[in-house]
């Protein structure tokens, strides 16, 4: 792509956007998803001012170094064709780990997030990597309407999210005590999470080119690991994954207070949505131990799970994990061969 075309992405993005601000198009919509509350966030700020981004990570939140900066979390850009320079729409960008890989990659950017305070670390990492080549929008990935512009998108860790409309701290957000303060659309009734995702896909469908590709990670509701008891990532709660929907939603009234809106799903039923919101090519992949930090990805197939080998898993610590999470694994993909029940799922869908 030439440093022209480049120029006519920017004159694209202020013809949806009429508010720049310190190179963010502001969509005037306010939201808030991050693993850091507002008020850690400006602390984080403070130190940013005297540092760069990764003196400034290690110093204030060591715990996500890794999150964001390790290059193992690009793995699976590896499985999109990138035999040609092209534009990659992020959404749901956070931190900017992908957005990234895929510039680095050559690719022009447009990072859409609905947190202000995302967007400024990655305007000031991209700035500190001379990539110019990212473009930052703050907007709701609910609402954005691009038409027939990217060759690339990235759905990683997001899709889940879409019937969740309240604001999220994380780590509050996993309290068992969580409220509905900060409920964005209280005064709306709201579609059912599954009606919500496909609307969300079909934006997605529809901002790409012919012949463009859809990456999609998101954890896989039979996991074998939900199914032995590990609670819920989203919500905290065990076996919310998997149960009928409407069951789920009871256990997460008495527990949380609140709708279960969170819904993952299987291979199966992901296709479905895929295909529903316009998709007819898809392949899918199973991903170990997880797609936040991919060690092993192999095709979901027959010959695929073949491919299935021990990886090293730094969390795996203690002996009950070593027993569940490395060699009840090894004995279900390697021996029973049984893929739909890996942890998580990635899929490249073409339109």
């Avoid at 998803?33 to 008020?39: D, F, M, Q, Y």
């Avoid at 170094?65 to 992020?90: P, T």
């Avoid at 197939?301 to 027993?323: A, F, P, V």
Wanted: glycine share 4%.
């Amino acid at each position: 792509m030439t440093q022209k075309e480049m120029i006519d992405l920017k004159e694209y993005l202020k013809l949806h956007y009429k508010d720049y601000d310190d190179g963010v198009f502001l969509s005037g919509k306010t939201g808030y998803w991050s693993n850091l509350s507002e008020k850690k966030n400006k602390e984080f700020y403070k130190i940013l001012e005297k540092n760069d981004c990764k003196t400034a990570v290690k110093s204030f939140m060591p715990q996500f170094e890794e999150m964001i900066f390790s290059s193992k979390r690009e793995a699976a850009l590896e499985l999109l064709d990138h035999s040609k320079q092209g534009i990659c729409i992020d959404y749901g960008s956070m931190w900017g780990v992908l957005s990234v890989g895929m510039a680095k990659r050559g690719h022009h950017i447009i990072a859409v997030d609905q947190t202000y305070d995302s967007l400024k670390f990655l305007k000031l990492r991209a700035t500190e990597e001379s990539l110019e080549n990212i473009h930052l929008v703050n907007d709701d990935i609910r609402d954005v309407n691009f038409k027939n512009i990217a060759d690339y998108a990235l759905v990683n860790g997001v899709l889940e999210w879409i019937p969740e409309t309240s604001e999220v701290v994380v780590d509050d957000y996993f309290k068992k005590s969580s409220s509905l303060k900060k409920e964005k659309k209280s005064n709306q009734i709201l579609k059912k999470p599954r009606e919500m995702q496909i609307s969300f896909l079909k934006k997605v469908y529809e901002s790409l080119k012919k012949e463009g590709q859809l990456l999609l990670a998101i954890e896989n509701k039979l996991h074998y690991g939900y199914l032995l008891g590990q609670p819920d990532p989203h919500v905290n709660l065990k076996f919310t994954t998997f149960l009928p929907r409407n069951l789920s939603n009871i256990i997460s009234r008495v527990f949380r207070k609140k709708d279960y809106r969170t819904h993952i799903y299987s291979f199966s039923e992901l296709k479905a949505l895929l295909r529903e919101a316009g998709f007819s090519k898809i392949d899918d992949f199973c991903c170990f131990p997880m797609y936040h930090f991919p060690s092993l990805i192999v095709p979901n197939s027959k010959e695929g799970i073949r491919q299935y080998e021990t990886y090293e898993n730094k969390d795996i610590i203690t002996w009950k994990q070593k027993l569940v999470f490395r060699y009840f694994e090894i004995f279900l993909m390697k021996y029973l061969k049984a893929r739909n029940f890996c942890p998580s799922i990635i899929i490249v869908a073409t339109k």
